[in-house]
């Protein structure tokens, strides 16, 4: 919306549950309130690993304690919070600039122009009820055509123009919209304003109101009462036509337009820094999310921003081209990236049933509880933000997750002998997140840790002899990464691995975050070019190609970005208190002895020379026209050949669950049978099992790969 | 673990939208790309600079997906 004050960031830690026996372990703690997302964090401090308490680890290195998974599932798409819109209201009216936001109160207050110089308002005390049809006129005839309005606690501030469309006037609530004061100055626009966007940052009052006027971006605050002269951005346009602006821990701006010299229309966004994610009184960076060429016949406009679970963009596009259509996209950050993030950060766009042409308002309750609305002057719709958890548990009859080094998949049972999945009941829902915990009893009671994000990917009930059960097929961030194609082509002309697949990742939903990456990732800086048609699975493991690095992912829809090397220390070791069901160890050749790396103009190579030796080793021929040395070349080809010889088989162990165990941790056994010493291998891929019936099994196949 | 080895050339269709007779360059739209185009991809020398006219179909061989640098228009046509 415009100015909807920030509301809390939800952040949910990999806690371990502590629950007496025999008693369903409680959801997590509730969202705590954070003002500030955190900062995308680059930490290169050597591999994660989920570490367990003590009293986890003894229990699972005892064979007769009793096990324990714990299954969650949560009204969350990736990380965001699901929002499944109700209708409220469609009444038609005329379409121009319009805006809402939601008092303390929980009343809806909307604001319009009627595009002939009247301000029209309305405050719906009940949204649930209505009545959505009365507006009364809140300004005599003969004002401007652009209005916005926001509010926080019991204050509304409703921001409008004069007829000159130069000179900002404000009135102001402070009784949740139901009387305002009388219209005053702010301040006057060099030039005719083309829309404008206000947020309150404080339940004082103090707001700023951001405005573009015909090719120009300017924010004016508003502290203490006082209304400060505009700062004008040094940024060059060649047009503007919409603005909005929300306070998450700055004043954070969304823009549409016109580029200048390429012409090139986009989606901007820009902060202007309040001292938390940008200096005071600062204008940071402009950001494209979203471009169209200047012959494309596309256009964006109407832009809407919010920040309450996240920060979330609205915005039109109008597709001028024959069968393109005016429609709203909404598109999102991860909750814990900032505004400042970068760009083409913004999740891809998902299309929203509205065709209207100056889009849908945004705004929500405070505090993350209520409702979330969408709006337009003929167009009234809400989604609960409250988040969902419903504890699977107990109903658990089976599961089994397959992680890959490219895939999670697998599917939960749910017994529905009572009927109790019969629907399914929110929030077990397609699409929705699982949270899922592999346990023991322990000296503390039930200890739980918790795998990589899920998602339902699908349900299927099945019935046969006598038995209801609701599977639930399962897929993980690798998953979201095959769905998610973007409308526009990403160029990537300076940035580096690391920074392309970040952006690759955000774009998806997924937050990456870098532990012990390679610096070749950190620091080579390829073209490339991401296709409309391309999905970013494809383009992830086409940039991943180009490094020994690997992509794990982890919770809260995130993943981390790691270079597993020969000399990583054992994370974990099996066979001596941890029991070792089975082992079948394989030695086999790596994938290719040899990669040749054809550059610009540039040769590069690299030789495992005692598998060259062997007969049937093949040879990998790469592209990489980044390359124009040979010794780029030869470093994209050391890469290549590190990456290929970690895709080796090197058997599998079965054992009663490791909970902490992730792909690429280093592990070892020892079998006297097989070897002297002990075995040290890299997990590259894990399979876990949890079944109730007809026999009951817990354990964990290690699928290991070369170190 | 999927092979992780260069994945193959691709060919995809295009609608030339702009020609660059003195470089022997191209900005192709690739069909399904509504918004952007990919902008000075090599144009095969032996194709008539008076056949590239905008908006005729191409075709647009790609040696890497994500390098339009590594690619070129092979053929035109109405």
Redesign the interface.
């Known amino acids: 919306m415009r100015g909807t004050h920030g509301t809390p960031t939800t952040t949910r830690q990999d806690l371990q549950q502590r629950v007496p026996p025999g008693r369903i372990p409680p959801p997590p703690p509730p969202p705590t309130q954070q003002r500030s997302p955190k900062p995308l964090h680059f930490g290169r401090s050597g591999h994660p690993v989920r570490t367990l308490a003590a009293a986890l680890t003894t229990a699972q290195q005892s064979a007769t304690n009793e096990p324990r998974v714990d299954v969650t599932a949560e009204n969350s798409i990736g990380a965001l919070r699901r929002l499944d819109f109700e209708f409220l209201d469609a009444t038609a009216q005329t379409i121009a600039k319009h805006d809402v936001c939601v008092p303390g109160d929980g009343s809806l207050v909307r604001v319009r122009s009627d595009g002939a110089g009247t301000i029209y308002y309305q405050r719906v005390a009940t949204p649930a009820s209505g009545p959505w049809g009365t507006w009364v006129a809140f300004t005599p005839p003969g004002k401007g055509n652009v209005v916005a309005c926001a509010a926080i606690g019991a204050r509304v501030i409703v921001i409008y123009t004069d007829a000159a469309g130069t000179g900002v006037k404000w009135r102001e609530s402070t009784d949740y919209g139901v009387n305002f004061t009388a219209e005053a100055a702010a301040f006057t626009a060099a030039a005719a304003v083309v829309d404008l966007s206000v947020a309150y940052k404080a339940a004082g009052g103090d707001c700023a109101v951001a405005y573009v006027t015909a090719a120009t971006l300017a924010i004016c605050k508003r502290n203490t009462g006082v209304w400060a002269a505009p700062a004008v951005s040094a940024s060059t346009f060649s047009s503007l036509n919409g603005v909005a602006v929300c306070f998450g821990a700055d004043y954070d701006i969304a823009l549409t337009g016109v580029e200048a010299t390429t012409l090139r229309r986009t989606l901007w966004t820009q902060i202007y820094g309040d001292g938390v994610d940008a200096p005071l009184n600062t204008y940071g960076t402009l950001a494209i999310q979203q471009q169209a060429e200047s012959d494309s016949n596309v256009s964006y406009k109407a832009p809407f921003a919010a920040y309450f679970d996240a920060f979330r963009i609205n915005y039109v596009e109008a597709d001028a081209f024959t069968g393109g259509a005016t429609r709203t996209y909404r598109i999102a950050l991860h909750p814990l990236n900032t505004w400042v993030i970068g760009a083409n950060m913004f999740t891809a766009p998902i299309p929203v049933g509205y065709l209207g042409a100056e889009g849908l308002a945004l705004a929500a309750d405070a505090n993350a509880v209520g409702y979330v609305y969408e709006t337009a002057p003929d167009y009234v719709y809400r989604a609960p933000q409250t988040q969902l958890r419903t504890t699977l548990t107990d109903d658990v009859v089976g599961l089994i997750i397959r992680e890959r080094d490219a895939s999670t998949t697998g599917y939960i049972d749910l017994d529905n002998s009572g009927g109790a999945y019969a629907g399914p009941p929110s929030p077990v829902t397609i699409g929705n997140r699982l949270d899922v915990r592999w346990g023991y009893y322990t000296s503390s009671g039930y200890l739980t840790s918790k795998m990589a994000d899920m998602w339902i990917a699908a349900t299927e009930y099945r019935r046969s002899g006598g038995k209801s059960v609701l599977r639930l097929h399962v897929e993980g961030g690798w998953e979201l990464l095959r769905r998610n194609r973007q409308r526009m082509q990403i160029v990537h002309t300076a940035d580096s691995y690391y920074s392309i697949l970040l952006r690759m990742m955000s774009r998806a939903g997924l937050r990456l975050s870098g532990a012990g990456v390679s610096t070749r990732a950190d620091t080579v800086t390829p073209k490339f070019t991401i296709p409309a048609q391309m999905s970013a699975f494809e383009a992830a493991q086409q940039a991943l190609s180009f490094l020994a690095d690997r992509i794990r992912m982890t919770s809260i829809a995130g993943c981390v970005m790691l270079q597993p090397m020969p000399g990583d220390a054992t994370t974990y070791t099996f066979g001596v208190a941890h029991p070792l069901r089975s082992v079948q160890l394989r030695t086999e050749q790596p994938r290719a002895a040899e990669a040749y790396a054809f550059g610009t103009g540039a040769f590069g190579e690299a030789i495992d020379y005692n598998a060259a030796a062997v007969a049937g080793a093949p040879r990998d021929y790469m592209r990489d026209a980044t390359s124009t040395t040979g010794a780029t070349a030869a470093a994209t080809a050391t890469a290549h050949l590190r990456r290929r010889a970690l895709d080796a088989d090197a058997g599998l162990i079965i054992v009663p669950p490791n909970c902490g165990q992730e792909l690429y941790d280093m592990v070892e056994f020892s079998d006297g049978y097989i070897s002297g010493s002990a075995i040290k291998r890299r997990v590259k891929g894990i399979d876990w099992r949890y079944e109730r019936r007809p026999v009951a099994v817990y354990e964990q196949t290690l699928l290991l790969g070369a170190i | ?7 193959p050339a691709t060919m ?1 269709h295009g609608i030339l ?1 702009v020609w660059y007779s003195g470089t022997y360059l191209a900005d192709v739209q ?1 069909v ?7 902008k000075s991809i090599p144009v095969a020398r032996d194709i008539a600079s008076a056949e590239m006219v905008a908006g005729r179909n191409v075709l647009v061989a790609m ?8 690619a070129a228009v092979v053929a035109v046509w109405v």
């Open positions: 673990m999927p092979d992780t080895s260069t994945p995809r939208k690739l399904g790309s509504l918004t952007t185009w990919l040696l890497d997906d994500t390098n339009p640098a590594d």
